[in-house]
Structure formats: structure tokens, C-alpha cells
């Protein structure tokens, strides 16, 4: 990636099982990290999708101290797919949120992203009360370092 550069990218996240996306809940000021909160099961298989806007080589994820088998979807680049599995992450306490920490690394650069979240037992019905997230987009700047930083955030 030329220096001081700029790229798009889109993550989303759904349930391996049913395709469903997850939802988010906006919680305004009252934490640190976001002011939204991704819910998430623990115990359950999710597949990330990270599309790069133009074409950018990534060879590796890690999340939330998983490093995941990233797969080329396109055989241009710049289309990639993850399974994640949040068995051994535990619920999140009420009236908390866990920062979950997010590394796409490749040629090009890394990013490192902490993405607000909310863990719950697979039988609660709170993770599915909130709007579905399609994707999240990263609208992001490359310095000559290959630094990849987030300079906006958009939900869709």
C-alpha cells in the first residue's frame, strides 16, 4: 500500500448457524470505549467477513486473544472470511461491557481496532434485543509505517 494512503474497509459479523447478523444497542456516554455495545453469545460460532475497499492483502485476524484462519473469498483480494468461536469467553456482568481487541494485520499494514461488546448465555434473549448490524465500515488512513487507522465508523 502507497504511503499515506486511504481505504474502506467492511466487517461484518453473523451467526455461523443462521446467517443472522448480530445487533448493537447504543449506550450514549456511558462508557469509555463506544458509544455502542455489540452483543454477542458466548459459547457460539460467528463468521466475519472484512471486504477492502480498493483491494488490500490481509493475512491474518485475531480477536479477542483467537488468531483466526483468515480465507481469501475473492480471488482478487480484498475479500476475506472468519470463523470465530467465543467458546471459554465468559458472560459479561450487568452494567459492564468487555473491550474486545481486534488485529487485521498484512502487507499492506495493521489495524487495531477495540470493539465495545456484550457477552451473554446462549438462553438469553437480550443478545437479539437492539438494531441488526449489516456491517460496520472503517473509513481509514495508511501512514508510511503501514499504521492503519479507523478516522471515521459508520453502522449499516
Given amino acids: 500500500m502507497a504511503a499515506d494512503s486511504s481505504l474502506e474497509l467492511h466487517l461484518s459479523i453473523r451467526n455461523a448457524d443462521s446467517g443472522e447478523p448480530i445487533v448493537f444497542k447504543s449506550d450514549g456516554s456511558r462508557f469509555e470505549t463506544s458509544t455502542r455495545t455489540l452483543k454477542l453469545y458466548s459459547n457460539a460460532r460467528y463468521k466475519l467477513t472484512v471486504v477492502c475497499k480498493p483491494n488490500t492483502e490481509f493475512n491474518s485476524l485475531h480477536i479477542a486473544g483467537s488468531d483466526l484462519a483468515l480465507h481469501r473469498a475473492s480471488p482478487n483480494g480484498g475479500e476475506y472470511t472468519a470463523e470465530w468461536n467465543t467458546t471459554g469467553i465468559e458472560?459479561?456482568?450487568?452494567?459492564?461491557?468487555?473491550?474486545?481487541?481486534?488485529?487485521?494485520?498484512?502487507?499492506?499494514?495493521?489495524?487495531?481496532?477495540?470493539?465495545?461488546?456484550?457477552?451473554?448465555?446462549?438462553?438469553?434473549?437480550?443478545?437479539?434485543?437492539?438494531?441488526?448490524?449489516?456491517?460496520?465500515?472503517?473509513?481509514?488512513?495508511?501512514d508510511n509505517t503501514g499504521n492503519i487507522a479507523v478516522v471515521d465508523e459508520i453502522t449499516k
Fill in 91 to 142: 458472560p459479561t456482568r450487568q452494567a459492564t461491557r468487555q473491550q474486545l481487541q481486534v488485529t487485521l494485520q498484512g502487507p499492506g499494514g495493521t489495524l487495531r481496532r477495540v470493539l465495545q461488546s456484550k457477552f451473554y448465555n446462549r438462553d438469553e434473549s437480550h443478545a437479539e434485543w437492539g438494531q441488526r448490524l449489516e456491517t460496520l465500515i472503517w473509513k481509514c488512513n495508511v
